[in-house]
């Protein structure tokens, strides 16, 4: 039975032994490889005194060497925390700081970049370091990889966690503050993986494009999906659209799950997306947001026999909901319902369920609510809160997740998303979801990137505000932008000012970072 992350992996290697299981440049391994490199860094990193529950941290870009410590850590009992290659010094530090993390595998280069920050983590013990040879710095205990995977190890005879225990932290942006850590159990993780693959029909005849990081919820999944159904995973970093069509073509993908932005690159008009044919891409998936309306049309057109499959989540309960791609006629701009086995509730600010067409919060209970944030029991206790309605009477102290999301459902029970409650925009007495404001500008065909924020406004409380990129191929004129958006918005939602950039700024996540964008002057015009 595989009830711990590693379990997905040793299964699949007994099953597919001689089946590829990654690949990532020139380097192709089977599932005997991976499971034997998996296994000797457990046994090496047990060997130097790693115990039950301890944090490890993973500071690298995408790669084997990433691939194989996620499972090499959960083999060896401890807690992976990966974070995100793009994250600089500082970010790093307060990662590893706030968790109490003992070690990091990483780089030389990038150990080199943390030497100010690590210095002042009493509690980090160790590094594993990638590359071989020239010397490391003195005052801290390191171990080459290449020998950690090496080390000779029984697989079978070490797991002493359980379902429940503590297997990952992610840490993701808030609103205000630092990230914060979001912990999940080998159980959420387990049967995460389980529900994406029954839903999107994931079975060992799927190759995988991984292109999202897994220090990201939803990446970490594709790859815990991949392995626990003995697909294939090809990972790469890609900088132009056209990176991601070779990769596709190449390697006949089966399945790929991009960001907003992501898939902006891919749908535009020079885009060699619309150049080719994918016989082999099964299935396109969305996460990070909703995705524009705009480019849904142009990939739904250039992919005709690819399903699509709009996703909703959050890292706090992982997936809440889908669409099923024979809905998309119908409610292109729906969420969906509930993933499988799991309860999703929309309950309004008087704590009563919603009726169709109400506003409400997204609150969602199943196996994938996550265990809370790392050091943080007030947060915590904001988020995963007693079942509304399930009362004493339960019998169960089980906690139900809420999002701070804000839906509608419509007669059916399909889903639409508002906002976020701490992001909606609130303007001469108006709520506003920046995300309908977004949508109007996308679909205005002018833009490539948007983003709305809320600016103080001595008038009207807050001034509904847009940050825009430019298409390159056609001229532009604010007006005409201003005009169109007048037919798909009511006045009190029209941006008082558009503002344009080259780009606009991103979180390691690829998202849209919002708090930049509510923290920038608005001196930029069109």
Known sequence: MDYL??????????????????????????YRDVMAQVSGLAAGLRRIGLERGDRVGIYLDPSVELVVSIFGISQANAVFVPMNGLLLADQVGHIAQDCEMRGVITTRKRLASLLDVITLLPKLEFFIIIEDGSEIHDSFS?????????????????????????????????????????????????????????????????????????????????????????????????????????????????????????????????????KNSFPH??????????????????????????????????????????????????????MGKAIPNTEILVVTEHGELAKPGDVGELVHRGPTVS????????????????????????????KVCYSGDLVKMDEEGFLYFVGRRDSMIKSAGFRISRTEVEEALYQSGMVTEAGVV??????????????????????????????????????????KSIHVLESLPKTPNGKIDYTSLQSMKVTVDA
């Open 142 to 274: 390191t171990h080459p990889y290449s020998e950690m995977i090496a080390s000779n190890s029984d697989a079978t005879d070490f797991d002493y966690c359980i379902e429940k225990d503590l297997a990952a932290i992610l840490y993701t942006s808030g609103s205000t503050g630092k990230p914060k850590g979001v912990m999940l159990s080998h159980s959420n993780i387990v049967n995460g993986s389980s529900i994406v693959s029954t839903y999107l029909e994931i079975t060992d005849r799927d190759k995988i494009l991984a292109v999202l990081p897994f220090s990201f919820d939803a990446g970490l999944n594709q790859l815990m999906t991949a392995f626990q159904q003995g697909c294939t995973l090809v990972l790469m970093t890609f900088v132009f659209a056209k990176d991601i069509v070779k990769m596709l073509l190449k390697e006949n993908i089966t399945g790929l799950a991009g960001v907003p932005t992501m898939w902006n690159l891919l749908g535009q008009t020079n885009s060699t997306l619309h």
């Open 371 to 398: 265990l809370g944030y790392w050091g943080n029991q007030e947060l915590t206790a904001k988020v995963l809160r007693p079942h509304p309605f399930m009362g004493a009477n339960g019998g169960s102290e089980e």
């Open 454 to 495: 809320g600016v103080p406004d001595d008038i009207l409380g807050q001034a509904v505000t847009a940050w825009i990129v430019k298409k390159d191929e056609s001229p532009f004129n604010l007006a005409d932008l201003n005009a169109y958006c007048s037919t798909k918005l009511p006045r009190y939602m029209m941006p």
């Open 281 to 334: 891409l099964r299935y396109i998936t969305n996460t990070g947001g909703a995705m524009p309306q705009n480019v849904l049309g142009v990939l739904r057109k250039s992919l005709p026999t690819t399903s699509v499959y709009l996703m909703y989540g959050l890292t706090e309960a992982f997936r809440s909901t889908y669409l099923p791609p024979e809905e998309l006629d119908q409610r292109p701009t729906s």
């Open 5 to 30: 992350v590693h379990h997905m992996l040793r299964t699949s290697a007994r099953r597919f032994s001689e089946k590829t299981a990654l690949v990532y440049r020139d380097e192709i391994l089977t």
